[in-house]
């Protein structure tokens, strides 16, 4: 019998595990999905309130993202990722009515230095204070790191960090906001460059992995759910998948990518981060005038960014635990009326979604960080992929991609294939 592996998940950790391992010699690569999409969190999907396709949350993908880009470079989607040639991010105070588009030079961020390129009102001693994010301690809120006030925290750091951790930030992990910085703003301009999944995250993530995974004759087995893992002898030796159950043979290996709480409910003894952080999503069907720029941060607003698509406006919301039960046709018209301002639509609330999620991410505070297991497991053919592993990022599109890679890496090693 060919060797398997088997990846329970079709995700973005999933689908980069099955992407890394399909054109391995001598393996055979399946992969396991509960429900009837693959994608989990990073889809499209039509909606008939508005009656077009839409993304079920926004996502923002970096160009120093190196894990992201090089997915979608193998599945040759990497074009449909699109954004400026330089970083430019576009905001307005909706209280003070200031508009300013921070451009971030291509190299070491000497724009820092230059007064009017600054975020306005914001004093160079404010980024150069930012150097004690880049060397913290592993148990160290923000909070405890830098001053959680002033322009330059309220204007850029705030919800920069907002949207990576999904969390308020003074309350998230130093060692997790130090990555993304490091990673990103401190490496300098090419890193920082927005890219914006303009015609979906479904026809630029997802639907070229499948299609790539399809030609290596990997296969997809959609609503095919994973009921129980046998254990025996220390390894997985069957999946109960309730009317099916798959024996594994004695070089198969399994890679469980799918949420925190389902791991937990899955493997024995497993720790992973307990708590939670929500995002609010919102899409508004209407014509988007030319002039909007691609992406739109609100300060001083419920609203935090804009998405601009062809005949559609999309708003994130993170750490929006507080939104959940606010009715939903209240919460679209308190969003609008701040779009409307935004943007300078001046329009009733146009046919409209709510798209709100109370489990999105894990909590990024630095005990619940603690918390995230590592990629192996102590079952000899058992590894663990998804954005909640101990990746060293929040939990991203990014850390999703990495850590399928790396579950992928060591299945390779472990000679299970």
């Known amino acids: 019998m060919p060797r398997t592996v088997h990846i329970i998940g079709a995700g973005l950790a999933g689908l980069a595990a099955a992407v890394k391992l399909a054109p391995s010699l001598g393996a055979a690569v399946v992969v396991h999905e509960a429900t009837a999409y693959p994608g989990g969190r990073c889809r499209s999907y039509f909606d008939r309130s508005i009656g077009m396709t839409i993304d079920n949350g926004n996502h923002l993908v970096l160009s120093g993202n190196r894990s992201v880009v090089g997915f979608a470079e193998a599945i040759g989607s990497a074009a449909r990722l699109m954004g400026p040639q330089h970083a430019e991010f576009a905001f307005v105070d909706l209280a003070s009515s200031e508009r300013w588009t921070l451009r971030m030079n291509d190299g070491l961020p000497w724009w820092i230095f230059d007064k009017k390129r600054r975020v306005p009102g914001t004093r160079l001693g404010e980024y150069l204070r930012l150097i004690k994010l880049l060397r913290v301690a592993a148990d160290a809120p923000v909070g405890d790191v830098i001053d959680c006030s002033g322009p330059l925290y309220h204007r850029l750091v705030h919800p920069l960090l907002l949207a990576a951790l999904n969390i308020e930030p003074r309350q998230g992990s130093a060692a997790l906001a130090s990555a993304v910085v490091r990673e990103t703003l401190a490496a300098g301009g090419l890193a920082c460059r927005p890219l914006i999944a303009r015609d979906g995250l479904g026809p630029a993530l997802v639907e070229p992995a499948l299609q790539y995974l399809r030609e290596r004759n990997a296969e997809v087995r959609l609503d095919h759910e994973l009921r129980a893992l046998r254990f025996a002898e220390g390894r997985v030796d069957a999946?109960?998948?309730?009317?099916?159950?798959?024996?594994?043979g004695a070089d198969d290996a399994v890679i469980l990518a799918v949420p925190h709480y389902a791991a937990a409910?899955?493997?024995?003894?497993?720790?992973?981060?307990?708590g939670h952080r929500a995002i609010a999503n919102a899409h508004f069907r209407i014509e988007v005038p030319p002039s909007l720029p691609p992406?739109?941060?609100?300060?001083?607003?419920?609203?935090?960014?804009?998405?601009?698509?062809?005949?559609?406006?999309?708003?994130?919301?993170?750490?929006?635990?507080?939104?959940?039960?606010?009715?939903?046709?209240?919460?679209?018209?308190?969003?609008?009326?701040?779009?409307?301002?935004?943007?300078?639509?001046?329009?009733?609330?146009?046919?409209?979604?709510i798209v709100r999620e109370r489990r999105a991410t894990f909590a990024a505070t630095p005990e619940e960080n603690a918390k995230r297991p590592g990629v192996q497991t102590p079952w000899d053919n058992l590894v663990l992929a998804g954005d909640w592993t101990a990746t060293g990022l929040p939990a991203t599109l990014e850390s999703a991609v990495r850590s399928g890679n790396r579950a992928a890496e060591v299945v390779m090693v472990g000679n299970k294939v």
């Open 265 to 274: 409910a899955l493997v024995p003894d497993l720790q992973v981060p307990q």
């Open 295 to 353: 992406m739109l941060g609100l300060i001083n607003a419920t609203t935090e960014w804009i998405f601009a698509f062809a005949g559609r406006l999309s708003v994130t919301i993170s750490n929006a635990d507080r939104l959940m039960d606010v009715p939903r046709a209240m919460l679209a018209q308190t969003i609008w009326r701040e779009v409307s301002r935004a943007t300078g639509i001046a329009a009733e609330l146009p046919p409209w979604q």
């Open 239 to 248: 999946l109960d998948f309730g009317a099916e159950t798959v024996t594994l």
